[in-house]
């Protein structure tokens, strides 16, 4: 069974930091990875998807890099803000429809 | 507006009730799903529809039964369900299914069994 793990598994940082978030997996037969924000209460926001033949996405201050062959994904956050706080969790599709979640990194920014 | 839109957003059923989740996109998606989030785990897919036909069921009991008539519109219908059912479920939506696809989400439906 495919497992996805994400470290840690929860965060505090003071307001501008620069953070970095990991996600790893056991298959590296992957066809991408997502990352995705959730706040409480609410469902999962999409923040960045990365397709097997890439390495890296970006939006604004967000950076999502995919590392296949060692079954690795990183969400690096710049000048990290309090409107940060959130799940931040990985999900890792297989094929057609095999989606496969971790448990999420909950980060707290400190204002 | 997230675009998915899931009522109720809260539910408190017994045992031996029957009820039902409903989820609606307004994005002109084809293919949507259902998702459980249980506490300290990690989520899990249970059903993908594409074009209102179901194309994966990750082994759900057959409590939880998914209809979907029409590419816009998602249901889960819930009958003599057990506490450990007791979570988050959420609603997605994709232009087409596939690995392909980012998925937007609804807001989901808070399930608690008595």
Known sequence: KQEVTQIPAALSVPEGENL???????????YNLQWFRQDPGKGLTSLLLIQSSQREQTSGRLNASLD???????LYIAASQPGDSATYLCAVCYNFNKFYFGSGTKLNVKP | ETGV??????????????KSLKCEQHLGHNAMYWYKQSAKKPLELMFVYSLEERVENNSVPSRFSPECPNSSH???HLH????????LYLCASSQEAGY???????????????
Do not use: W, Y
């Open chain 1, 68 to 74: 296949k062959s060692s079954g690795r994904s990183t």
């Open chain 2, 80 to 87: 003599t369900l057990q506490p450990e059912d007791s979570a």
């Open chain 1, 20 to 30: 970095v978030l990991n996600c790893s997996f056991t298959d590296s037969a992957i």
């Open chain 2, 100 to 114: 392909h696809q980012p998925q937007h989400f609804g807001d989901g439906t808070r399930l608690s069994i008595l």
């Open chain 2, 74 to 76: 998602l249901f889960l």
């Open chain 2, 5 to 18: 839109t899931q009522t109720p957003r809260h539910l408190v059923m017994g045992m031996t009730n029957k």
